[in-house]
Each structure stands twice: as structure tokens, then as C-alpha cells.
């Protein structure tokens, strides 16, 4: 559909009609030479006096055409063409996963009930969960002796799946810097444009060399805004690095405001990740756009047009108008 955005323009339509009427003829003084006889001479002559003056009969309705399609073009005609919606998510999600040296442990079993690995059994969940949240903009840290980030914020889920099948235990080192991924994630988070900050946090082991320690760097999350869940996979009756730090990964949920998750085998690290999109729904700002195509040009060009071709037969008809004159007075 099109539409007029400025439709009050069309109210100077009587412009010219009113200074027709109101203003005063012009009137140009000029120094002339009367001929009383002037109508005896055209008569002998065979010329009438108002042949010069045939363009008078057409130039007043050109005139007001061309002024009415001015006012269109000034109304600014539009195309308004179909809305177009934007989804734009609320939430950005941040992924820190544990590639420490005791992932390697074959402690879980896949669909078929082989024992694979840990970390084979946190990828397969966690592309699950990525290929659900498709609104979300979703990033990924991975840590062992140091935490570093594999793939920023972003809704291509693709890609960040395809990045998650790249990482391999021991990376990052054979340690767990429980502390750094948490620092790690502040910083990206500080970047991003979202309110909403979510961290999960999936280790199997505890804190053994980070710059920064869980506990504090838990405060610092909490003052930014950032809720992290934390998921533990190990086994707490283990011993060294081998042994998750369950306490450690309790208060981290809890001075942040998330959630603390035990998942001792597969289906409970389903049942985690189910239970994460529950109470962190696909939350969206819908933008609404309706494009809109100028149409002025249109109505601007053919008064433009209408002038030009007004001007040529003006031109045309004065050559012909002479040269018919001259005709005559040979003939005379």
C-alpha cells in the first residue's frame, strides 16, 4: 500500500486559484508607439492579432497540473511494503567447560551403553542444549591449567558447535583453574550488551592453581550482574585433582544467585541441562520494521517533464508562427 507523508501539503491546492483572485494584475510599463490603425493594418495584411498568443490557451491548465503535482511530490508519496520482524535476545550465555587431564576418565555411557569419557558425554549434552536455545547468544570458555575462550558471544550455533568439537582434553593443561574461568567470563561478560548474564560452570575436579580464588571471584560475578550455575561431573570420593570440590562449586551457586547441579551420569547431565532451560527460558525483544520506498521522484519527474515538453512546443510553435509569417508576406 502507499500513503502521503505529509498529506497536509495537498491544503495549499487553492494557492493559486486565491492569488488569482486577491492579488492585483501586474501591470509593466513600457515606452510604445500607438497605431490607431494597427486593426485596419492586420486586417489588409491577412494576419489576426491574437495568432502570437495560441501557447495562452494551453499554459493555464499546464500550469495548474504542474503545480498539483508538485504538492503531490511535497506530500512525500510512500510504498509502505510488508513488515519485517527482528528477533533480538535478551540473554547472553556463557559455557565453561572443564578439559582438564581427569575428563579423560571413562565413566559414562553413551545411547548405545558404551563407556565413553567425560568429556565426550558433556559434548554430547551440551550441543543438544545449544541447538534448543536458538535465540540466545551463547559463548564458550574452556579451562585446565589456564581458561581461555573458544568462541565469543554469538547466535551462530553452527559454528560454536563446530568449535565445541575441537576441544580436547588437556588443551588447556592438565589442571583445573576453577578461579580463571570464572575471571575469564567477567571479562567477556563486561563486553557484552545484554542485561541478562548467565555463567554455567561444568567441572570434575577442584581449584588447584588459579590467580584468582572460586570464592572471590564468585563476588565479583555477583556485583556484575553474571548468575552462574555450577554443574559437577567427578567424584567427590576421589582423591587430588580427581576429586570435585562440591563445597566450592555450592558457594559459587549460591553468592551468585544460580543454581549447584551433581551429575553422576549421563542421563543425570541430561536431566541438569533440562532443568537449566526451565529456569533460563528463551527470552526475545520482537522488533517490528515496515520498510518504505519514496515515491516523489514520480510525481516531481512528470512535472519536470510536462515543463520541458511545454517549453519545446513553445519553441516549435514560434518557429513555425515565424516562418508562417514570412510565407505570408512573400504572398503579399
Known amino acids: 500500500m502507499w500513503r502521503l507523508e505529509y498529506p497536509w501539503a495537498l491544503l495549499l491546492a487553492p494557492l493559486p486559484w486565491l492569488a488569482y483572485r486577491y492579488l492585483t494584475e501586474y501591470q509593466e510599463t513600457r515606452s510604445a508607439l500607438r497605431v490607431p490603425f494597427f486593426r485596419g493594418v492586420s486586417h489588409a495584411v491577412g494576419r489576426a492579432p491574437g495568432m502570437a498568443a495560441v501557447e495562452g490557451r494551453w499554459q493555464g491548465p499546464l500550469n495548474l497540473l504542474v503545480w498539483a503535482l508538485v504538492l503531490v511530490a511535497c ?11 527482528h528477533q533480538q535476545p535478551t540473554r547472553d550465555l556463557m559455557l565453561a567447560i572443564d578439559i582438564s587431564q581427569s575428563m579423560q576418565t571413562r565413566d559414562y555411557a553413551d545411547a548405545s551403553g558404551q563407556m565413553i569419557d567425560r568429556l565426550a558425554a558433556v559434548k554430547a549434552v551440551v550441543r543438544d542444549f545449544i541447538a534448543q536455545r536458538s535465540d540466545d547468544r ?15 558471544f554469538t547466535q551462530d550455533h553452527a559454528t560454536l558447535g563446530l568449535l565445541l568439537d575441537d576441544t580436547g582434553i588437556g588443551m588447556a593443561g592438565p589442571n583445573t583453574a576453577l578461579g580463571d574461568a570464572i575471571g575469564l567470563s567477567i571479562k567477556l561478560f ?12 561444568l567441572t570434575d575436579g577442584n581449584d588447584t592453581g588459579s590467580a584468582i580464588t572460586p570464592e572471590h571471584a564468585a563476588k565479583m560475578a555477583r556485583d556484575r550482574g553474571i ?3 555450577t554443574i559437577g561431573i567427578g567424584d567427590p570420593r576421589g582423591s587430588g585433582e580427581a576429586k570435585v570440590d562440591l563445597g566450592t562449586l555450592q558457594t559459587i551457586a549460591r553468592v551468585t544467585g544460580g543454581r549447584f547441579f551433581l551429575a553422576r551420569d ?25 520498510p518504505k520506498r519514496d515515491l516523489f521522484w514520480l510525481p516531481l519527474a512528470a512535472a519536470l517533464l510536462l515543463l520541458t515538453l511545454s517549453q519545446c512546443v513553445a519553441a516549435c510553435w514560434a518557429r513555425v508562427s515565424t516562418l508562417f509569417l514570412r510565407a505570408a508576406d512573400k504572398e503579399a
Open 190 to 201: 563486561d563486553s557484552a550488551k545484554e542485561a541478562e548474564k548467565v555463567l554455567v560452570l
Open 266 to 290: 549421563r542421563a543425570a547431565l541430561q536431566q541438569v541441562y533440562a532443568t537449566l532451560d526451565q529456569i533460563t527460558p528463551h527470552q526475545v525483544k520482537t522488533f517490528t520494521h515496515q
Open 227 to 229: 548468575v552462574v550455575h
Open 75 to 85: 506530500a512525500r508519496p510512500v510504498l509502505v511494503e510488508k513488515p519485517l520482524t
Open 138 to 152: 551463547i559463548g564458550l570458555i574452556v579451562f585446565g591449567t589456564g581458561a581461555y575462550p573458544q568462541a565469543p
